[in-house]
């Protein structure tokens, strides 16, 4: 499916480095999340924007800074991340306000923080 | 405290049985559930779901029945095939909330042996 693409597929970063996640989405909806995969755990929500506004964060540390410039891009920030920050960001976007409408995913980014 | 669990980690069927894939959960306020697929270095693919107020959705060899009393939740498929073999979550989404936010299970790896 290329509703929803990511970019870099893969990432390799120090913990001093900047770096940013982008996401794109086709499909013409008004809202789009960021959620976190760490081995053998489930999906993590980490933010949802809605209409472009932040609607969501949940509990996320402030070294991950999200953007959304219009409805169908959004960026992952990255500043002084951590090891335990290697994980699988994957970013997803629905269509809010016409009853029951699936999230629909990228292929996610793999991030590897050194 | 995990809200969605998929307790059993992998499932292995032959080709042309049935594959039964199995969910609990515990927030009453869950009103529409969904299974998305998983394939190796792919995003989670939307596959199929159910509103509350049904008990049952098919869709071709896929099949979601959904047991509210028992808040369990399971995905047939009928006949499997080695295509089939994958890592499938479910995910469920509570009533309020700007965004709808998905909750998800761990994941269950479904192999189908030919």
């Known amino acids: 499916e290329t509703g929803v693409t990511q970019t870099p597929r893969h990432l390799v970063m120090g913990m001093t480095n900047k770096k940013s996640l982008k996401c794109e989405q086709h499909?013409?909806?008004?809202?789009m999340y960021w959620y976190k995969q760490s081995a053998k755990k489930p999906l993590e929500l980490m933010f949802v924007?809605?209409?472009?506004?932040?609607?969501e964060n949940n509990s996320v540390p402030s070294r991950f800074s999200p953007e959304c410039p219009n409805s169908s891009h959004l960026f992952l920030h990255l500043h002084t991340l951590q090891p335990e920050d290697s994980a699988l960001y994957l970013c997803a976007s629905s269509q809010l306000g016409t009853g029951d409408q699936p999230q629909h995913f990228g292929d996610g980014t793999r991030l590897s923080i050194l | 405290d995990q809200q969605v669990k998929q307790n059993s980690p992998s499932l292995s069927v032959q080709e042309g049985r049935i594959s039964i894939l199995n969910c609990d959960y515990t927030n009453s306020m869950f009103d529409y559930f969904l299974w998305y697929k998983k394939y190796p270095a792919e995003g989670p693919t939307f596959l199929i779901s159910i509103s509350s107020i049904k008990d049952k959705n098919e869709d071709g060899r896929f099949t979601v029945f959904l047991n509210k009393s028992a808040k369990h939740l399971s995905l047939h498929i009928v006949p499997s095939q080695p295509g089939d073999s994958a890592v499938y979550f479910c995910a469920a989404r509570e009533g309020s909330g700007s965004a709808r936010q998905l909750t998800f299970g761990s994941g269950t790896q479904l192999t189908v042996l030919p």
């Open positions: 499909l013409g909806h008004n809202a």
């Open positions: 924007y809605n209409f472009k506004e932040q609607t």
